[in-house]
Structures are given as structure tokens and as C-alpha cells.
């Protein structure tokens, strides 16, 4: 699959002089046992384009917060590229140290600068190292304090990463309606949680609040007792 540098994960004004700019796959995967895997970019725009390539660790907080630094284990050859107009170029991510027991996570910095105006932006392409087992294990929890607040939490106790479709929060009304609050899901890294706080509103009185995550093709659910 081909996307466009947006769908890699990064977000660019409009218009931007470095439209047309394209890498694939989306998502960079390092099987089991694999030392290396390719990140093609494609230069369809109509100027020169330079791309320098980093690989970067990956880890996050309970709240979602991204740290990014230089991966120990983990490099891009080339580092440094330049494209024509119409040129294509693979820069492979390789593993010197291939996880075991767990996967490991990266993202690819691509830092694209258009060559006549010096205009950059840096895209982020996730990136994951598979263990010798994938051993899958997640689990959401909701826990409600007072009247007014209820925190959703979603742990991944298992050895790869798990990244929700959908994450629901819900509980009937008074007025006989169903107070729906959906949250923003994103990746869950292999050994994390991801927490959310989510205000109710007066006119919720239910004894339980439900929350729905769909994963893959499953759904996994929790309740709790919303004291008013």
C-alpha cells in the first residue's frame, strides 16, 4: 500500500511545497527473526527533494505522551538522500539487536526538505521489531470516583503493541437517552496502559457506566458503579 506523507503520520500546512511526496508501507514491520525491512519514498512532486532518515525509540506514557531519542539498536543506511522529480528511493531500517521476549518500537523521522526553497517539515513513520512469540494480552478497566469523573484504562499486558478502533464510553440518562463518550484511540505499546479521565454529566444517573473497546475482531468491555 502507497500513502501520502499525511497518512504517514504527519500532519502539514496546506498548501505545502512538499505535496506529492510519498511513503510506503504506513507502517514499517520487522518480523520475527528479520534484521531488516525497507521504507520506500517516492519524490511525485515536481522539484528536488532531500530526505534524511533517523531511527528513533519509541516509548509513552499512561497519558499518551510520545518520547522520542536515538535508537541504541536500531539504524537507517542511507541516512541522507536526495530525489529528482519522478525518483524513488528505499531506505532500509535494520535491527543489530533483534528483541526476543518483547517488541520493540521505533518511528522513523524523515526529515524532507524541498532543495530550491529550503521549505522542510519531518514526517513519522511507526515502526515495530516482532518478538521470536507474539503473546497478545490486553485488558480495559473503569473505575469511577464521585459524582462527576470516571477514568478509562486500557493495559496491554502482553508482548507486541495493540492499537483500539474504538473506545466508548457510555451510561443511560435521565431524560431515557444513552450518554455516549467516545475517546481518541491510538497505539498501546507492547508491556503499556493508556488512560483516559472522562467527565460525566449531571443528567447521568445510571448505577453503571460501560465501556466498549473494539480490537480486531473482538470487543472488550468493563463497568462500574457511578456514584451520584
Known amino acids: 500500500m502507497t500513502a501520502t506523507l499525511l497518512a504517514a503520520a504527519v500532519v502539514l500546512a496546506a498548501p505545502t511545497p512538499l505535496d506529492g511526496m510519498l511513503v510506503a508501507p504506513q507502517v514499517v514491520e520487522l518480523g520475527a527473526g528479520h534484521r531488516s525491512a525497507d521504507l520506500v519514498v517516492t519524490n511525485a512532486g515536481a522539484g528536488a527533494r532531500e530526505v534524511a532518515a533517523t531511527a528513533l525509540a519509541w516509548t509513552q506514557e499512561e497519558d499518551g505522551c510520545v518520547t522520542l531519542a536515538p535508537a541504541g539498536d536500531a539504524g537507517i543506511f542511507p541516512a541522507e538522500a536526495v530525489l529528482a522529480p519522478g525518483e524513488q528511493r528505499r531506505f532500509r531500517l535494520s535491527s543489530w539487536t533483534p528483541p526476543r521476549d518483547r517488541e520493540a518500537a521505533y518511528r522513523i523521522a524523515l526529515r524532507i526538505t524541498d532543495v530550491a526553497s529550503g521549505d522542510a517539515v519531518t514526517a513519522l513513520v511507526p515502526a515495530f521489531a516482532a518478538p521470536e512469540r507474539a503473546a497478545p494480552s490486553t485488558a480495559v478497566h473503569v473505575a469511577c470516583e464521585g459524582p462527576a469523573r470516571c477514568r478509562v484504562a486500557l493495559v496491554n499486558d502482553g508482548n507486541v503493541r495493540v492499537r483500539p478502533e474504538r473506545i466508548v464510553l457510555s451510561?443511560?440518562?435521565?431524560?431515557?437517552?444513552?450518554?455516549?463518550?467516545?475517546?481518541?484511540?491510538?497505539?498501546?505499546?507492547?508491556?503499556?496502559?493508556?488512560?483516559?479521565?472522562?467527565?460525566?454529566p449531571p443528567g447521568v444517573e445510571a448505577r453503571d457506566v460501560m465501556v466498549r473497546v473494539a480490537v480486531g475482531v473482538g470487543e472488550l468491555t468493563a463497568s462500574a458503579g457511578l456514584r451520584r
Open 171 to 200: 451510561a443511560p440518562a435521565r431524560d431515557g437517552t444513552l450518554w455516549e463518550s467516545e475517546l481518541e484511540p491510538w497505539w498501546v505499546l507492547a508491556g503499556s496502559s493508556r488512560s483516559w479521565d472522562v467527565r460525566v
